[in-house]
């Protein structure tokens, strides 16, 4: 009888929304190896825990093998557990970063979980056949092979005692696996629901050490074959068009994309192929952090669709020090703004709250400078504690005094085969160098950067202040502290905030495990009305839900600016053009609870012709532009934006758990109306 292997990625389906919306290359990479070299086995790849359940249920197979990723690892030992309940005697195998340096602890934890078999250390591609084949030739027997020894591994002896065979080194070779997406493994998978991902090289030559990656065992990188590459690119481009013409976006894996010269050729072939097939419209990836030069080049050879991701995570000296960050040169990151501000391109930056050394003040004179710089996004995430990274082992936790908690990962929770499984993950929320108290000010700043700057919403009204001199940080500024009035605009929108952010922390795993797990809890947790994403969940809420609100505030604390540095009195008739340029940022941007709502076209009255005054340059004496009589608008959508945002609403739809993904991957121009005068001939159409 041939022997079945399930090869599994999973990823958690939060009621209809994708935790993970990426396709599972790992897998892949297992599956194409396995393949060539142990063809006697049926092996399959899953994504989808609804699908594996069922194949379980059809035919129980005689090896599992599931990844262990931060966001997957109660869902795979969930389908470990459901495997061993219906045939005791198949082998569980599981592989990936998602586990401690330290020996003792990883054998600590495989011990906590009796129903993995064996624990593959480093990279599974050749590990995961080599482990079938010593399968194999113990008879198909789990308690034979019990008396093997496993190369790479911790796995359970005859007694059940745990053995350790130490990680093996890397495989320079990489061009040796075989591509799983030209060998049509993901072709089911183009289902518009997932988005294709490659990888052009592996390795990172950096150390930073809360990244799984930053390890010495990363170091040295190694490249797949551009060739390979581009015969990727191009079957992708197909089986989008025949399958799944909605999905535009492709997700680059690299630690450092467009880095390296050959990331540049590959940015010309895949501009190409837009050409051709107007896919991709976005690209997913992690650029470069010391090449600008070749960062610039790779994102104009693509029209767009890449955008600059500046991961600075710290512009203090002392804590890129600590976290072995200091090869990064931040001059680097100094001469892609110029760059890009200059060539009308955009860029993105991260900043990690919580490193080792970082205070309050200095992580908001970092968001002063990447803000006042112009960065267009920024993304400002809290330090997660990776297992498989250098902060996350003991010594560091007492090291830099870590108070950690514990929450849900966003959209990390189902129930497949009867059961529950929930993912959570652990945050530091204060050290020795931010209090608690720091840290919930430094989220407020957070929620103000993801609901007000980011995606260029306000970039006029935030120009013209700057023609009187106000510094954006300080216009951000001024936006919280409308937002931190009582009753003000948008109050209630950071009120919540606040109070979610205080609530979605629990001090021990079990603590917050138990709490989902309530019968109540979960049903919420399911709905997304708790424990998803805080940031992107408001930012989302801003954009489709309150979006006038969130208008009346930034304006408000505009106008408060503007009036402290005399503009009432140097801008004849301010009130009626204040009004009407909150009512142009307010109309031009698409908003709405449903689909329809977000796509429709919208109207209104204007006294001021707003669209000559912007194009203008927005120059203080606004009374050349006022009408001679009011003119009504329309606010429309140009055929390429509407196009794409029904696109992304078709994949991630207008609920709220949806948007939560959506507003991660859309470009500001598909949510923004283009104002058109109504001419009376228009009227009478």
């Given at each position: 009888?041939?022997t079945?292997?399930?090869l599994?990625d999973l990823?958690?389906?939060?009621s ?7 396709m ?11 393949d060539?070299d ?5 092996s ?6 609804d ?11 005689d090896v599992?093998?599931?990844s262990?990723?931060?966001?997957n ?5 969930h389908f ?12 569980v195998?599981m592989?990936g970063?998602n586990?401690a340096?330290?020996p003792d ?5 495989v011990?906590?979980h009796p129903?993995?078999d064996?624990?593959?250390l480093g990279?599974?591609d050749f590990?995961?056949s080599e482990v079938v084949?010593?399968?194999?030739d ?8 019990r008396?093997r020894?496993?190369p ?6 005859p007694?059940g005692e745990?053995r ?7 495989k320079?070779a ?10 049509g493994l993901?072709?089911?998978?183009f ?10 090289n592996r ?7 809360f990244?799984?990656?930053g390890t ?9 074959d551009?060739d390979?590459l581009?015969a990727e690119i ?10 799944s013409?909605?999905?535009g976006t492709?997700?680059i ?6 880095m390296?010269e050959?990331?540049v ?10 050409k051709?097939?107007?896919?991709p ?11 600008p030069d ?10 767009g ?5 500046q991961a ?21 990151y ?12 955009r860029?993105?930056?991260d900043?990690?709250?919580a ?8 992580h908001?004179k970092?968001?002063?400078e ?22 996350e082992t003991?010594?560091?936790?007492k090291e830099?005094?870590?108070d950690?908690?514990y929450?849900?990962i ?11 499984a929930?993912?959570?993950e652990e945050?530091v929320v ?7 108290d ?10 103000a ?13 935030i ?9 954006k940080f ?9 937002m ?7 109050s209630?929108?950071?009120?919540r ?6 609530a979605?922390?629990f001090p ?5 495990e138990a709490?989902?797990?309530r019968?109540e809890n979960l049903?919420?947790l ?5 424990g998803?994403?805080l940031v992107y ?5 801003a954009s489709?839900r309150?979006?006038p ?10 106008k408060?600016?503007l009036?402290?540095r005399g ?5 004849s ?5 204040w009004?009407d340029?909150t009512?142009?940022?307010e109309?031009?941007?698409?908003y ?6 977000a796509?429709a076209d ?7 012709d707003i669209?000559?005054w912007i ?5 203080v004496d606004?009374?050349p532009?006022?009408?001679?009589a009011p ?8 055929e ?11 994949v ?9 993904r ?5 470009l500001?121009s ?5 104002a058109?005068a ?7 159409g």
């Open positions: 009888m041939t079945t292997v399930y599994a990823r958690h389906n939060y209809g929304v994708l935790s993970n919306d990426c599972p290359l790992c897998v892949g990479y297992l599956k194409a190896v396995m060539r142990v063809p006697e086995v049926s399959r790849i899953f994504a989808y825990p699908r594996l359940w069922a194949a379980m249920e059809d035919q129980v197979p599992l093998m599931l262990n990723y931060m966001w690892e109660a869902l795979s030992l470990a557990k459901l495997l061993k309940q219906l045939r005791p005697e198949s082998l195998v592989g970063p586990i340096i330290e602890r990883q054998t600590a934890w011990a906590d129903e993995i064996v624990y593959v990279e599974g590990l995961a084949q010593q399968y194999l113990a008879g198909a027997s789990l308690e034979r092979l008396q020894d496993l790479s591994s911790i796995w359970r002896g007694d745990l350790l065979d130490e990680t093996r080194p890397r320079r990489v061009e040796e696996i075989p591509s799983p997406i030209l060998a993901f072709d089911e998978f289902d518009g629901k997932l988005a294709p991902m490659i990888e052009t390795g990172c030559p950096f150390r930073c050490t990244c799984v990656q010495g065992w990363y170091t040295k990188v190694n490249y797949f551009t390979r581009e191009d079957y992708i481009a197909l089986q989008i068009q025949k399958r013409p909605s999905m492709l997700r894996v690299d630690a450092n994309f467009g390296y050959r990331d050729e590959l940015c010309e072939h895949i501009g190409r192929v837009q051709q097939t107007g896919w419209t976005f690209i997913d990836a992690t650029t470069g952090k010391n090449r070749r960062v610039i080049r790779a994102i104009e050879k693509v029209n669709a890449l955008v600059v991701y600075v995570q710290s512009l203090d000296e002392d804590v890129l020090n600590r976290i072995k960050r200091k090869n990064i040169k931040l001059d680097a100094r001469d892609v703004m110029i760059h890009i501000r200059g060539r009308g391109l860029s993105n930056s900043l990690i709250l490193l080792p050394g970082e205070t309050l003040e200095s908001l970092a968001l002063r990447l803000l006042n710089a112009g960065t267009d996004t920024m993304h400002n995430l809290q330090l997660i504690l990776l297992k498989g990274s250098e902060l003991l010594e560091s936790r830099f005094a870590f950690s908690r929450r849900v966003p959209k990390m929770a189902g129930i497949y085969g009867g059961g529950t929930i993912d959570i945050v204060a050290t020795d160098a931010l209090s608690f720091d840290y919930l000010t430094a989220r407020e700043y957070h929620l950067i993801s609901a007000f700057w980011n995606n260029d919403w306000f970039e006029h009204p120009l013209f202040a700057e023609s009187f001199g106000i510094e300080e216009w951000l500024e001024a936006v919280i502290a409308i931190r009035r009582p009753g003000g605009r948008a209630d929108f950071h009120d905030f606040l109070s979610e952010t205080k979605e922390l021990t795993h079990e603590a917050c709490f989902y797990r019968e049903a919420k399911l709905e997304g009305e708790i998803d994403n969940k408001y930012r989302a809420i489709f309150l979006w609100e969130i208008v009346a505030c930034a304006m408000e604390a505009t408060e600016l009036e402290a503009a009432r009195g140097r801008i008739g301010f009130d009626a053009f009004d340029f009512r142009y940022i109309l031009g941007h698409a709405g609870e449903s689909v329809e709502e796509l919208a109207e209104g009255i204007l006294h001021y669209v000559a194009a203008a340059g927005r120059p606004v009374g532009f006022e009408h001679a003119v009504r608008y329309r606010f429309v959508f140009d390429e934006s509407r196009t794409h945002l029904a696109e992304a609403l078709q991630w739809s207008s609920e709220l758990k949806g948007l939560t959506l507003v991660t991957r859309v500001p598909w949510q923004t109306r283009e058109v109504v001419t009376e001939s228009d009227a009478r």
